[in-house]
């Protein structure tokens, strides 16, 4: 038989300790030779008789798979044991430290719920279950276990376990108030960890204390110089202190750390716009575009951008592909709207340089609404009283409408007054010829 108070000593102690600490060693964690962790014991089990069982084999050979980092394989041989002996409590136990440091969480929760429902008193139990539920979204749970711990463990390394565990429940939560005190007397236990300034800097953040935050962030900084959610808190902080530009040097470093924040782009969006540099804010749009291609502000504000910076084709193309969702959104008719006109007034220098029929022949590869783009130059050339180069528009629109439209009859007029009425007889010729359809 095994000795119980040799288990208590070999077993019990060193695994406990081993969930205490938290450590998340892995197989490159040695130091100058040494073997890691202490998940299972440093020994082998002690069998009083000449004939080694094969469980006891295989139990030692688990741990030294442990020892050795040589995790897999020391869950493989702990699988066989249990299998074969299911009522070695310890081995299970030790089985549920190599999983929880494996981070394999429902497998750990299925070999604690074994152990549990054998109703042991255990409070190395409660740390294993609290971790669990933690670990597996279920923060309310996790809460409720680590306020118990709490309870038992008023003091010490359990205690500050405890409340490591319980301020991160929270704040998984949401419950940035309640997590804070929590988290005020981690610092107070441990004012030199810098995971908890970490933890208390970005909580000033989300309660909106950012003198507090502020006072931290610059050491947290330091450690952290890549962290994300710190530089996003040193940008917040900035912006709300009413430093734009601080802010904005903040925000392009969590871009170069996650090219897609929100957060950041959107701000940067912000900056640029109110700056009046239109490249950069139509960086961060487009990568605000990747991740809400839904937000149709964001779509017109982009088509907005290609209409300043002189690409009236782009913006068209956004807008045509917006109404499509949207078809009674008025500003966004507006918009079309004025890009088409801006289209028109860019290709109305090449109408009257180089003649109507290159641009139409340009305009026929890039466009399906040249048409509206075709009449809205007529209307300009009307107003300049331009009319032979407002008959060769209307011969071009001619061919793509109806007779029925009025441009056939101010066409026919046009053209006998120019004298060139042999062009709309051969155009109407055509257009008889093809059945009504339009026709190039």
Same mark, same amino acid.
């Given at each position: 038989?095994?000795?119980?108070? *040799?288990?208590?000593?070999?077993?019990?102690?060193?695994?406990?300790?081993?969930?205490?600490?938290?450590?998340?060693?892995?197989?490159?964690?040695?130091?100058?030779?040494?073997?890691?962790?202490?998940?299972?014991?440093?020994?082998?089990?002690?069998?009083?008789?000449? !004939?080694?069982?094969?469980?006891?084999?295989?139990?030692?050979?688990a741990?030294?798979?442990?020892?050795?980092?040589? %995790?897999?394989?020391?869950?493989?041989?702990?699988?066989?044991?249990?299998?074969?002996k299911?009522?070695?409590?310890?081995?299970?136990?030790?089985?549920?430290?190599?999983?929880?440091?494996?981070?394999?969480?429902?497998?750990?929760?299925?070999?604690?719920?074994?152990?549990? /429902?054998?109703? @042991?008193?255990?409070? @190395?139990?409660?740390?294993?279950?609290?971790k669990?539920?933690?670990?597996t979204?279920?923060?309310?749970?996790?809460?409720?276990?680590?306020?118990?711990?709490?309870t038992? *463990?008023?003091?010490?390394?359990?205690?500050?376990?405890?409340l490591?565990?319980?301020?991160?429940?929270?704040?998984? @939560?949401?419950?940035? #108030?309640?997590?804070?005190?929590?988290?005020?007397?981690?610092?107070?236990?441990?004012?030199?960890?810098?995971?908890?300034?970490?933890?208390?800097?970005?909580?000033?953040?989300?309660v909106?204390?950012?003198?507090?935050?502020d006072?931290?962030?610059s050491?947290v900084?330091?450690?952290?110089?890549t962290?994300?959610?710190?530089i996003?808190?040193?940008?917040?902080?900035a912006?709300?202190?009413?430093?734009?530009?601080?802010?904005a040097?903040?925000?392009?470093?969590?871009?170069?750390?996650?090219?897609?924040?929100?957060?950041?782009?959107?701000?940067?969006?912000?900056? %640029?716009?109110l700056?009046?540099?239109?490249?950069? !804010?139509?960086?961060?749009?487009?990568?605000?575009? #990747?991740t809400?291609?839904q937000?149709?502000?964001?779509?017109?504000r982009?088509?907005?951008? *290609?209409?300043?910076?002189?690409?009236?084709?782009?913006?068209?193309?956004?807008?045509?592909?917006?109404t499509?969702?949207?078809?009674?959104?008025?500003?966004?008719?507006?918009l079309?709207?004025?890009?088409?006109?801006?289209? /028109?007034?860019?290709?109305?220098?090449?109408?009257?340089?180089?003649?109507?029929?290159?641009?139409?022949?340009?305009?026929?590869?890039?466009?399906?609404?040249?048409?509206?783009?075709?009449?809205?130059?007529?209307?300009?050339?009307?107003e300049?009283?331009?009319?032979? !180069?407002?008959?060769?528009?209307?011969?071009?629109?001619?061919?793509?409408?109806?007779?029925?439209?009025?441009?056939?009859?101010?066409? !026919?007029?046009?053209?006998?007054?120019?004298?060139?009425?042999?062009?709309?007889?051969?155009?109407?010729?055509?257009? #008889?010829?093809?059945?009504?359809?339009?026709?190039?």
């Amino acid at each position: 038989m095994i000795n119980k108070t *040799f288990w208590k000593s070999a077993v019990l102690l060193p695994v406990a300790a081993a969930l205490l600490t938290g450590n998340n060693l892995s197989a490159k964690a040695m130091t100058s030779g040494n073997k890691i962790n202490n998940l299972v014991p440093a020994r082998d089990i002690s069998y009083a008789s000449e !004939e080694v069982p094969v469980w006891k084999l295989t139990w030692d050979k688990a741990r030294e798979m442990s020892r050795n980092g040589n %995790y897999q394989k020391a869950l493989a041989n702990f699988a066989v044991l249990l299998n074969n002996k299911p009522n070695l409590d310890e081995a299970r136990w030790e089985y549920i430290s190599v999983l929880l440091h494996l981070e394999k969480w429902y497998q750990a929760e299925k070999q604690l719920n074994l152990l549990l /429902a054998k109703g @042991q008193k255990n409070t @190395q139990y409660l740390f294993a279950q609290a971790k669990i539920a933690l670990h597996t979204d279920n923060q309310q749970k996790a809460e409720q276990l680590y306020r118990r711990l709490l309870t038992l *463990f008023p003091a010490g390394q359990n205690n500050i376990k405890a409340l490591d565990g319980l301020s991160r429940a929270l704040i998984e @939560q949401g419950k940035h #108030q309640s997590a804070l005190p929590v988290v005020e007397k981690l610092m107070a236990k441990r004012p030199d960890n810098q995971v908890y300034i970490r933890r208390a800097a970005l909580l000033y953040v989300q309660v909106k204390s950012y003198d507090k935050a502020d006072k931290l962030l610059s050491l947290v900084y330091e450690a952290y110089p890549t962290d994300a959610e710190v530089i996003k808190g040193c940008a917040q902080v900035a912006g709300q202190q009413g430093d734009e530009e601080k802010a904005a040097r903040f925000w392009q470093e969590l871009i170069a750390v996650k090219p897609y924040d929100n957060a950041a782009n959107s701000a940067l969006v912000s900056y %640029y716009q109110l700056q009046g540099n239109l490249s950069m !804010e139509l960086i961060h749009l487009e990568r605000l575009l #990747q991740t809400s291609d839904q937000d149709i502000s964001l779509s017109k504000r982009k088509a907005e951008i *290609f209409l300043k910076k002189g690409r009236a084709d782009r913006a068209l193309e956004i807008c045509d592909s917006l109404t499509a969702t949207y078809p009674d959104d008025q500003s966004l008719l507006r918009l079309r709207r004025s890009s088409l006109v801006a289209l /028109a007034t860019d290709l109305l220098a090449l109408v009257e340089n180089s003649g109507s029929k290159l641009l139409w022949e340009d305009l026929l590869k890039v466009t399906y609404y040249r048409v509206e783009v075709y009449k809205i130059m007529a209307d300009f050339l009307r107003e300049k009283g331009e009319l032979n !180069e407002l008959a060769d528009i209307l011969l071009l629109i001619a061919k793509e409408v109806p007779e029925s439209d009025p441009v056939w009859q101010e066409l !026919e007029g046009l053209l006998k007054t120019q004298g060139r009425g042999k062009e709309f007889a051969a155009l109407h010729k055509k257009l #008889q010829q093809s059945g009504g359809q339009s026709f190039n």
